[in-house]
Nanobody, 126 residues
Framework: QVQLVESGGGLVQAGGSLRLSCAASGRTFSSYAMGWFRQAPGKEREFVAVIRWSSGTTYYADSVKGRFTISRDNAKNTVYLQMNSLKPEDTAIYYC???????????????????WGQGTQVTVSS
C-alpha cells in the first residue's frame, strides 16, 4: 500500500520561503511521477508541479514557474517543493500525489494520480 506523508507547511510572510516534503513508502517509485497540487478555500484543487521519478523531468503551473522548484531524493524516497517569493494567493492546502502509470501527458489532471497524501496547510500573510 502506497503511503504519502506531507510535511513542512506553516505560516509565512509574503516574499518568504517554505520547503514542503512528501515521504513516500510502500512501493518502488522509479516508474512513478510525483505531483504537488493545492486547494484554496472555495476553489478546485489545482496542479502545481510534477516530477518524473526516473528522469527528473519536471513541469510547473504557470502561476508558480520561476518561484517553485520540485525535486526528489531517491535514497530517501522523498519529493520536495521549494517555494520562494511566496504570495498571499499561494495560501492553500498542498497535497502530494503519485501517478503509478505516468505517460508524460495530462500530468496536470487530478484523475491521473492514484495516491494522495493528507495535505499540509500553507498560509502566506500580506
Amino acid at each position: 500500500q502506497v503511503q504519502l506523508v506531507e510535511s513542512g507547511g506553516g505560516l509565512v510572510q509574503a516574499g518568504g520561503s517554505l520547503r514542503l516534503s512528501c515521504a513516500a513508502s510502500g512501493r518502488t517509485f522509479s516508474s512513478y511521477a510525483m505531483g504537488w497540487f493545492r486547494q484554496a478555500p472555495g476553489k478546485e484543487r489545482e496542479f502545481v508541479a510534477v516530477i518524473r521519478w526516473s528522469s527528473g523531468t519536471t513541469y510547473y503551473a504557470d502561476s508558480v514557474k520561476g518561484r517553485f522548484t520540485i525535486s526528489r531524493d531517491n535514497a530517501k524516497n522523498t519529493v520536495y517543493l521549494q517555494m520562494n517569493s511566496l504570495k498571499p494567493e499561494d495560501t492553500a492546502i498542498y497535497y502530494c500525489a503519485a501517478d503509478e502509470d505516468y505517460s508524460g501527458s495530462y500530468y496536470y489532471l487530478r484523475v491521473q494520480y492514484d495516491y494522495w497524501g493528507q495535505g499540509t496547510q500553507v498560509t502566506v500573510s500580506s
